[in-house]
């Protein structure tokens, strides 16, 4: 399967699920470009951007097991090729 470049951000505004989180994105890791965190002390929540190259399925994957996490909003933006 063809590779995309997306970008998944991620919105954590439930402190507790930041280890299951980092699980997940370490399961991934083969396929992770870059990752960019900015904590926002203001609104007690942290924001954080994940590109990656990798199957579109495999964004796919990632993507729900990031969303089912309680406390974290995930949305991806891919590449069309």
Do not use: F, Q, W
Request: charged share 25%.
């Amino acid at each position: 399967m063809e590779n995309r470049v997306s970008i998944i951000g991620i919105i954590i505004e439930n402190i507790d699920s930041v280890d299951r989180l980092n699980d997940i994105l370490h399961d991934y890791g083969s396929y992770i470009i870059g990752r960019m965190g900015i904590p926002y002390k203001e609104k007690n929540m942290n924001v954080i951007s994940i590109v990656l190259d990798a199957p579109l399925d495999v964004i796919n994957r990632l993507s729900g097991k990031i969303g089912m996490l309680d406390g974290i909003t995930s949305k991806v933006v891919c590449s069309r090729k």
